[in-house]
């Protein structure tokens, strides 16, 4: 018999967790080693050129984001889960022995809409299992299980790259989770259609006229969480991008800066087991206020930091702001959207939100190629700073 509940489906629920730290620990290859290897192997020096890969990862994510929600109830979640999976298999393999920077874009493209497929899926897979009561927590433990894995990854690959070399080694971890992932969503995961009608039918929530319209600006609440996940993903693209080579300017070695950068999805990852939690029995605004809020002044106190101990610590404060609004984005947005619609709606907020990683990739380096990283970093500050007052002004109490 279908149930919702987090205890009721526990067992998929854990399946989908550790298929979604496989999915994290994909993007954790990248966040230490990339930037040094596009000066090392392939000689490019200007940060734009070198933020390309995460502008095209971005963009293709973020449009994958948005088919993965329309085509989940047509197509069904587990078999665009398992899509996903296939079409990672090559990514690892492009990146070892990629002879050019064109292959490396080639990967990112391909990473793209494998991270759209799957995080999508077990996104909204989760919140069709468990229903209202638990949502908050269920998209604590889908994110913080996501983005621990890119934290380890991303330190495990820093040290691997000092240890051995840039390439091949790092990528080994990447073939180990695309094989996994692979199989166990084609071989154990089970469809949550069912789970989604029994919901629906409960549901008394009027249906949006236009999800598109409504999630991206029109819908009050909807309009801001959507800003606010730009404006979240924004900065962190740049983070991705740009605080490497912030660190490099400093004279931090790859051990250190894997360290360092490593720190910010840790935090932002075990937070989450928190925050997510709390965003079902918090208000949802304050939350994502505050959160957007504490991500701002961390940045702006990067500019003049310069040891270890203050990257490392506005590290862990940049991961606690993101900790705060992660789950609670998502949360809010089922919250606000009808279960016929959810999916849908889920997908036009992913689609926004990870369009942020190529525009704050894309702004952050003709930023700092033109006025220094600094300013760079001042930048996206202000445009997390400016998000988090558009949700104190706009979105419901």
């Given amino acids: 018999m279908v149930q919702l509940g987090l205890r009721q489906n526990w067992k998929q629920f854990t399946l989908l967790v ?24 392939f000689g490019i020096a200007a940060k734009t050129a070198v933020l390309s890969f995460i502008v095209v990862f971005g963009i293709t994510k973020a449009i994958t984001n948005y088919y993965t929600g329309a085509l989940a ?11 996903g999976w296939l079409i990672a298999l090559p990514v690892p393999l492009l990146l070892i022995y990629a002879p050019a920077w064109s292959w490396v874009i080639f990967a990112n493209i391909l990473l793209g809409i494998h991270q759209g497929l799957c995080w999508s899926s077990t996104v909204v897979m989760k919140i069709d299992l468990v229903g209202e009561k638990d949502r908050g927590l269920a998209m604590g433990l889908n994110e913080s299980a996501g983005y621990l894995a890119v934290g380890a990854v991303a330190f495990l690959t820093g040290w691997i790259a000092a240890e051995y070399g840039l390439r091949p080694y790092p990528f080994y971890l990447g073939i180990g989770f695309a094989v ?3 199989l166990g969503s084609w071989l154990l995961v089970k469809d949550t259609e069912h789970h989604v009608a029994l919901e629906a039918g409960q549901s008394q929530a009027p249906p949006l006229e236009n999800v598109f319209r409504e999630t991206t ?9 959507t800003q606010a996940g730009l404006a979240n993903n924004l900065n962190d693209g740049m983070v991705w991008g740009v605080l490497p080579m912030l660190l490099a300017t400093h004279g931090f070695g790859l051990e250190d800066t894997g360290k360092i950068v490593a720190l910010y999805p840790i935090v932002w990852g075990l937070g989450q087991l928190v925050a997510g939690k709390l965003a079902d029995h918090l208000n949802k605004k304050k939350m994502l206020f505050w959160g957007m809020l504490l991500q701002a002044g961390a940045l702006f106190l990067m ?4 040891t270890f101990a203050q990257f490392a610590t506005l590290s862990v404060l940049l991961g606690t702001g993101t900790a705060i609004v992660y789950p609670t984005f998502l949360a809010a947005i089922a919250d606000y959207s009808p279960p016929q619609q959810r999916a849908e709606s889920i997908g036009v907020f992913r689609l926004w939100r990870d369009m942020g990683y190529a525009i704050g990739a894309l702004l952050s380096g003709i930023v700092a190629d033109a006025m220094g990283i600094g300013w760079a970093v001042g930048v996206i500050g202000g445009l997390t700073l400016a998000s988090a007052l558009i949700i104190w002004v706009r979105m419901d109490g």
Avoid: C, Y
Avoid at 303 to 306: D, M
């Fill in 303 to 306: 500019i003049p930091a310069l």
């Fill in 73 to 83: 109830d047509k197509v069904g979640r587990k078999n665009l889960l398992t899509l």
């Fill in 217 to 225: 600006w029109k819908n009050p609440n909807l309009g801001s969480v």
């Fill in 18 to 41: 550790i298929i979604n730290a496989f999915v994290g620990g994909m993007v954790g290859l990248e966040r230490t080693i990339l930037p040094e290897i596009a000066g090392a192997d």
């Fill in 180 to 182: 996994a992932g692979l």
